[in-house]
C-alpha cells in the first residue's frame, strides 16, 4: 500500500485506525472472555443521545458521549454487583432507550438532518485532532491496565468462584475493566459510530480467538487484526466511495464468518480422521 499515493483525509483515517486498534484488540480480548460485548455495544449506543445534544447545543461531541457513557458504565457497574439476569435486562433497557431518546433529539428536538448518520456509523474522513489523541489515549490506558490487571482479569473471567477463594475478592478491577471499555468505546465514535463499535471492540478478537487458545497471541492477533481490518476497510471505502464505519464493520463480519467456517471444516475433519 503507497502512501505517497493516499489522500491526505485517508492517511489520517488510517492513523486512527491504528492508534485506536492497539486498545480495541486488547480490550477485545477481555469483552469476549469476560462477557461484556452486550455491555459494549450498550455504552456505545448510550453515547448517541450525548453526542446529539452536543451538536444541538454546541459544546465538544466526545464531552456528551463521555457523559452519557459514564452514566451507563456507571449503572452496569452498580448491577453487577447483583444477578445477572438483571444486569442483562437493564443493559437492553439502556439500549432501547438510549436509541429512542437518541432518535427523538435528533429528529424532532434539534432537526440534526443527515448528522445522524456520521453519529450512528461514524465518520472517519471528519477526524479532529481530539479523536486521534482519545484514540492513543485508550490504547495507553488499556495497555497500561493489562499489564496491572490482567492477572485478575483472567483469574476471575476463567473462574469466578476459583478467583474469590485464592483471595480476588475486591470489585474494582471488574469497575476498572467497565470504565476502560466505556472509554474505548466512546474513542471509536468518531470512527465507526455509535452502531459499530463493536465492529473494533469485539468482532476482531472473536475472530481472533478462533485460531488460538493462549491468552498472549489471542491479544497479539487481535491487535494486528483490529489494525488490519481498520487500514482495509478505509483504503477500500475511498476506492469503492462507500461508508468507511460500515465497510469496515462488513469486512471484520466476512472475516468472522470465513473463520468460523474454515474452522468448523477443520473441526469436522480431524473427527472425522480420528
Known amino acids: 500500500m503507497n502512501l505517497i499515493a493516499l489522500y491526505a483525509f485517508e492517511q489520517r483515517a488510517m492513523l486512527e485506525v491504528l492508534l485506536v486498534s492497539a486498545g480495541a484488540g486488547l480490550l477485545g480480548t477481555w469483552i469476549v472472555l469476560r462477557g461484556l460485548a452486550f455491555y459494549t455495544h450498550a455504552v456505545a449506543a448510550a453515547a448517541f443521545p450525548g453526542l446529539v445534544l452536543a451538536a444541538g447545543l454546541g459544546f465538544a461531541p466526545m464531552a456528551g458521549a463521555m457523559g452519557t457513557g459514564a452514566l451507563v458504565a456507571a449503572g452496569v457497574g452498580g448491577l453487577s454487583a447483583r444477578r445477572r439476569a438483571g444486569y442483562d435486562v437493564a443493559t437492553a433497557l439502556t439500549l432501547v432507550g438510549a436509541l429512542v431518546i437518541g432518535v427523538v433529539l435528533a429528529s424532532n428536538v434539534f432537526h440534526s438532518g443527515s448528522e445522524v448518520d456520521s453519529l450512528l456509523f461514524g465518520s472517519l474522513f471528519a477526524l479532529t485532532n481530539t479523536d486521534l489523541l482519545l484514540g492513543a489515549v485508550a490504547s495507553v490506558l488499556a495497555l497500561i491496565a493489562t499489564v496491572v490487571l490482567g492477572p485478575r482479569w483472567l483469574a476471575t473471567g476463567f473462574d469466578a468462584t476459583g478467583a474469590r477463594a485464592l483471595g480476588v475478592r475486591s470489585r474494582w478491577p471488574d469497575l476498572v475493566l467497565l470504565a476502560l ?14 452502531l459499530l463499535a463493536t465492529a473494533l471492540l469485539v468482532v476482531p478478537a472473536a475472530t481472533a480467538r478462533l485460531w488460538t ?7 497479539l492477533a487481535s491487535v494486528a487484526l483490529t489494525a488490519a481490518l481498520g487500514l482495509a476497510g478505509v483504503w477500500l471505502s475511498v476506492r469503492t466511495n462507500a461508508p468507511p464505519g460500515a465497510t469496515v464493520a462488513a469486512l471484520g463480519g466476512g472475516t468472522f464468518l470465513l473463520s468460523a467456517l474454515v474452522n468448523e471444516s477443520q473441526s469436522r475433519y480431524g473427527r472425522r480422521d480420528a
Do not use: E, I, K, M
Not at 487458545?213 to 491479544?219: E, S, Y
Open 181 to 194: 471499555v466505556g472509554f474505548a468505546s466512546v474513542a471509536t465514535l468518531a470512527a465507526v459510530g455509535a
Open 213 to 219: 487458545n493462549r491468552l498472549l497471541a489471542w491479544q
